[in-house]
């Protein structure tokens, strides 16, 4: 599966103080009407197009924009030396410098093995490696993206043998989002922050995620799940949390944005999705107040905490270990396939009721994978997202209120904590690896 690109073309910015209030607080009253009434006469078109516009983060954006910032690839690598048991693809080589993520990792099958893997967009050399039955390292060789569909790798390919200087470790992709579709907010994409590692084991049919909830940054709470992409809840074995309890262990009250409690669940259409939690301000805090309700606050979002509105906590992270029936659809679950997404029951305004939504990656802006959100898709078919998908470990994500990118059409500049980010937006082509160039360190936490 591929990113996907939306032909959609925005309308002129007018970003005033006043008019932005005004179209925020009109643009909540007709989304929530519409929604609570089930009256699909109340919503007014125009004015959720002139709002979204006129909340963007620039003018000028990009009309074909994927907001996806990797490539993938399948390809078989055929292995005729029986000393090679399993193959791996590396994002770097492991001989020479640390941080070499393994994208892709398969045991040798009728002497060859097939691999699936996700990289940065702009990767170019990537290093195939053999590793021997015990897991050993035999050598690496260069891997051109693109290459082919089949290539030779025996002992005498390797151009690099023995012992590596740096072992490679797993790769890790970072998932940050608003948590208000479909109303705009202030794209600081810290309302949920996610890691997610993906891992191997000696099973072909296994892939392991480890998934690292790192910031809430909104005192509304929200669900969370993965949606695997193509893998079916029928083709899945077991979900098994390798290192505890469920990450909403003991929670208290009644289920509602997910409610069914099994760790694998089963979405609308079939598909195989993991229950992460149902109340990200449990996950965090596990503290209730004097009427029985889940205390929330903002986790992990600004340096300077205040009572009783920010705080400063430990990740908390969950091994999935997921058995697939086949391989087949073990490798399936890559980067570029799986789906994490809240479920938010958000009050605009603190005051209106919007109605549960499910806030997906681009890629998967208009999928209801436990819920059916959409009674005309159309209606928000824009080019914003309320997610971001960015492969690398450690991004470092705006402090609260903090955006992404402010435009000032006063001296028509854009100012924000990474260079490029506003380039990026103009022109999806360009400035793809903005994420590695912080400009202003002080407004990420």
């Given at each position: 599966m591929i990113c996907q690109q939306k032909s959609v073309i925005l309308r002129p910015k007018h970003n005033t103080t006043a008019m932005k209030k005004n179209y925020y607080l009109l643009a909540v009253a007709v989304v929530a009407l519409s929604l609570t009434s089930c009256n699909k006469e109340l919503f007014d078109q125009k004015q959720y197009d002139e709002y979204v516009d006129n909340q963007f983060m620039i003018d000028n954006a990009d009309p074909e924009h994927d907001w996806c910032l990797t490539k993938n690839?399948?390809?078989?690598?055929?292995t005729p030396d029986a000393a090679i048991y399993r193959v791996q693809m590396l994002t770097a080589d492991p001989y020479a410098v640390s941080g070499a993520e393994i994208a892709a990792d398969a045991v040798c099958y009728g002497a060859e093995a097939i691999i699936s893997y996700t990289v940065p967009v702009t990767t170019s050399t990537l290093y195939l490696a053999a590793l021997a039955e015990d897991g050993?390292?035999?050598?690496?060789?260069?891997?051109?993206?693109?290459?082919?569909?089949?290539?030779v790798i025996t002992q005498q390919s390797l151009t690099k043998t023995g012992t590596v200087t740096y072992p490679p470790v797993p790769q890790t992709f970072s998932y940050l989002y608003e948590s208000t579709?479909?109303?705009?907010?202030?794209?600081?994409?810290n309302d949920m922050v996610l890691r997610i590692?993906?891992?191997?084991?000696?099973?072909?049919?296994?892939?392991?995620?480890?998934?690292?909830l790192a910031a809430a940054g909104t005192a509304n709470s929200y669900a969370a799940a993965i949606h695997l992409g193509d893998v079916k809840y029928d083709d899945v074995e077991s979900v098994e949390i390798l290192d505890g309890d469920p990450m909403d262990a003991g929670y208290p009250l009644q289920r509602a944005l997910i409610t069914q409690g099994n760790t694998l669940i089963k979405g609308r259409s079939g598909e195989a999705?993991?229950?992460?939690?149902?109340?990200?301000?449990?996950?965090?805090?596990?503290?209730?107040?004097?009427?029985?309700?889940?205390?929330?606050?903002?986790?992990?979002?600004?340096?300077?905490?205040?009572?009783?509105?920010?705080?400063t906590a430990e990740a908390v992270t969950r091994t999935f270990r997921i058995t697939c029936k086949t391989r087949d659809v073990a490798r399936l679950i890559t980067f570029d396939r799986i789906d994490p997404f809240v479920i938010s029951n958000a009050k605009y305004d603190q005051t209106m009721d919007a109605g549960i939504w499910e806030i997906h990656t681009y890629q998967y802006k208009f999928t209801g994978v436990l819920r059916d959100c959409f009674?005309?898709?159309?209606?928000?078919?824009?080019?914003?997202?309320?997610?971001?998908v960015i492969p690398k470990s450690d991004f470092r994500y705006p402090q609260e209120g903090v955006s992404m990118c402010t435009y000032?059409?006063?001296?028509?500049?854009?100012?924000?904590?990474?260079?490029?980010?506003a380039d990026w937006l103009k022109n999806h082509l360009t400035n793809r690896t903005w994420y590695l160039h912080v400009t202003r360190e002080q407004l990420l936490y």
């Open positions: 690839e399948t390809v078989t690598v055929k050993t390292y035999l050598g690496v060789m260069p891997y051109s993206f693109g290459a082919g569909q089949d290539i579709f479909p109303i705009p907010d202030d794209f600081d994409y590692t993906k891992s191997y084991t000696s099973l072909s049919t296994q892939v392991d995620l480890t998934v690292s999705v993991i229950n992460l939690f149902e109340n990200v301000h449990w996950v965090f805090g596990k503290t209730r107040d004097e009427l029985g309700r889940i205390v929330g606050i903002k986790y992990n979002t600004s340096h300077v905490v205040k009572e009783e509105v920010s705080a009674t005309d898709k159309k209606a928000y078919d824009n080019h914003v997202s309320w997610a971001l000032q059409k006063d001296i028509d500049a854009t100012f924000g904590p990474y260079e490029g980010f």
